[in-house]
């Protein structure tokens, strides 16, 4: 980072003239298409494995690289927007997304579909760091409630809307129309935000820690790909796949943490965890993401294979929690900047490990409509707790730790993904186990069915742990002040750093 005398700060860039609106509608067009694009194609699976004759673990490889490249990405970018301007990062990213939609619309065989998805998660994993850190520079803390609601209704709900969107296209067209039908919105993405995006960073051009960089890209890339194989692999974690990249992830992680610590110029700053709010809030936005990937995993799951439910049919089960939750967004921001954190937060929390307790007492004859009603209740919750959670953390971080801040909360987020999900298959799996084990009759049909649930069940359960963890860190969370609504000059980094 450079001296203290060319530290960034807020009279760096005049915000006065600049119209919020217009951009923060660029961001919210961009960021919808390449979040939707995560879950859009899950549902394909099936035809992919079909035409390009390749086994299910391999395609699985279309999500599981999206996720990795995401992760490694997120922590180099808080160095890329000290590099480069709002208008660079954004449309780099979503011209790389363009690109990478294209490549997997023509792909004419399963390899170039998978670069495809890669050049995707490249400007995906570029875009989720950009949008948060210019909310956080455009918005003082008073307002940044509404304007990450609005952030909220996105990351929420284009996931959500995904694998029902998905279905309904797959239901009359070739799959390579779920790419096809994004282009044009991505294009129109990168249209708007030339004419209407505005600089608001400042770029200052810090030293490249190569050394910082590769240790990063084997950490979370080890870790997170360790973890993604844990579900794919025999003998869970005696495999080699799994443990080997674990170990190494887990050691690179631990010599990219020294690094950052002793290093004059580190790619992303740990010092932002000295702020006890954005520590509070980044470790229960981790908790809280794996609770909702135990569902967003297992609940599908149940109802195709338990329930006997077709794909899309499970989709349109949880599209109404998936809209539910996008349109609370907004409105919980809102109230977050009106009565603080844990006026949303606490119940939020308390209605999580309700519902968790409840997803425990599910059988494969509860209602469809019973599902529904968990599922937005759920939703519910969520959108009282994830945004104003990061919220409140990343508001009482300096100006010159809003990339940091944003990029370890968007990484860590990406690895509570992984972890959640290879957490929650391995308990169903051994609870699945356990129940055939102790079954009279293990070739009946039937069984399998209820061993599945037996095995749901337990992973619920684990989700309800991790709700009941959350509800408990609730209570201490405080209103975030920034230093300067305390009165004192905002900190900037000593001439060494």
């Known amino acids: 980072?450079?001296?203290?005398?060319?530290?960034?700060?807020?009279?760096?860039?005049?915000?006065?003239?600049?119209?919020?609106?217009?951009?923060?509608?660029?961001?919210i067009i961009g960021a919808f298409f390449s979040i939707l694009n995560e879950t859009l194609l899950n549902i394909a699976f099936v035809d992919l494995q079909k035409e390009f004759?390749?086994?299910?673990?391999?395609?699985?490889?279309?999500?599981?690289?999206?996720?990795?490249?995401?992760?490694?990405?997120?922590?180099?970018?808080?160095?890329?927007?000290?590099?480069?301007?709002?208008?660079?990062?954004?449309?780099?990213?979503?011209i790389l997304f363009s690109v990478g939609t294209l490549v997997c619309a023509i792909a004419p065989q399963f390899s170039f579909l998978l670069v495809g998805r890669i050049i995707q998660a490249f400007g995906t994993g570029l875009m989720l760091p950009v949008m948060m850190n210019t909310i956080l520079v455009l918005y003082p803390p008073e307002k940044r409630g509404a304007a990450m609601g609005s952030i909220g209704l996105v990351i929420m709900f284009a996931p959500a809307i995904g694998p029902t969107l998905s279905g309904l296209i797959l239901e009359s067209m070739n799959w390579r129309w779920l790419f096809y039908l994004v282009l044009p919105f991505a294009i129109f993405a990168v249209i708007f935000a030339f004419i209407f995006l505005k600089n608001v960073t400042d770029v200052t051009k810090p030293r490249v820690d190569i050394l910082s960089i590769l240790l990063s890209t084997i950490a979370f890339g080890g870790i997170v790909y360790g973890f993604s194989s844990l579900g794919e692999v025999e003998n869970g974690w005696s495999n080699p796949r799994v443990y080997a990249f674990v170990a190494a992830g887990t050691v690179a992680l631990a010599l990219f943490i020294w690094r950052q610590l002793t290093s004059k110029t580190p790619i992303l700053d740990l010092r932002a965890f000295k702020a006890p709010m954005f520590s509070f809030a980044t470790v229960?936005?981790?908790?809280?993401?794996?609770?909702?990937?135990?569902?967003?995993?297992?609940?599908?799951?149940l109802m195709q294979?338990?329930?006997g439910m077709t794909a899309f049919a499970a989709?349109?089960?949880?599209?109404?929690?998936?809209?539910?939750n996008g349109f609370l967004s907004p409105i919980t921001g809102k109230l977050f900047d009106k009565f603080g954190p844990r006026a949303l937060v606490i119940p939020g929390c308390a209605i999580l490990v309700l519902v968790m307790w409840l997803?425990?007492?599910?059988?494969?004859?509860?209602?469809t409509s019973t599902i529904v009603l968990l599922h937005c209740t759920m939703s519910i919750a969520m959108s009282m707790i994830m945004m104003p959670a990061q919220t409140n953390g990343l508001n009482q971080l300096t100006r010159q730790y809003y990339p940091h801040g944003t990029a370890i909360m968007?990484?860590?987020?990406?690895?509570a993904g992984a972890l959640g999900i290879a957490f929650f298959i391995s308990v169903m799996s051994s609870g699945t186990k356990d129940y055939m084990l102790s079954s009279s009759d293990p070739t009946n049909?039937?069984?399998?069915?209820?061993?599945?649930?037996?095995?749901?069940?337990?992973?619920?359960?684990?989700?309800?742990?991790?709700?009941?963890?959350?509800?408990?860190l609730s209570f201490f969370i405080r209103r975030s002040v920034s230093p300067k609504e305390e009165g004192a000059a905002e900190p900037r980094m000593s001439a060494t750093h």
């Open 410 to 415: 968007n990484t860590l987020q990406q690895v």
């Open 53 to 94: 004759n390749v086994a299910y673990t391999t395609i699985q490889w279309l999500s599981t690289s999206y996720m990795l490249v995401v992760a490694v990405l997120i922590p180099a970018s808080a160095l890329l927007v000290q590099w480069f301007t709002t208008r660079q990062m954004f449309l780099g990213a979503m």
């Open 315 to 324: 989709g349109l089960v949880l599209l109404p929690g998936g809209i539910l």
């Open 284 to 301: 229960q936005v981790i908790i809280v993401m794996m609770s909702l990937f135990s569902t967003l995993m297992l609940l599908p799951i």
């Open 445 to 472: 049909p039937a069984e399998g069915a209820l061993a599945l649930n037996a095995g749901i069940h337990d992973a619920f359960q684990l989700g309800m742990i991790f709700a009941i963890v959350a509800l408990v």
């Open 1 to 27: 980072m450079q001296s203290a005398a060319s530290a960034p700060g807020p009279g760096s860039i005049d915000l006065g003239n600049i119209k919020r609106l217009p951009i923060l509608i660029s961001l």
């Open 305 to 307: 294979q338990g329930m």
């Open 359 to 367: 997803f425990t007492r599910i059988t494969l004859d509860t209602p």
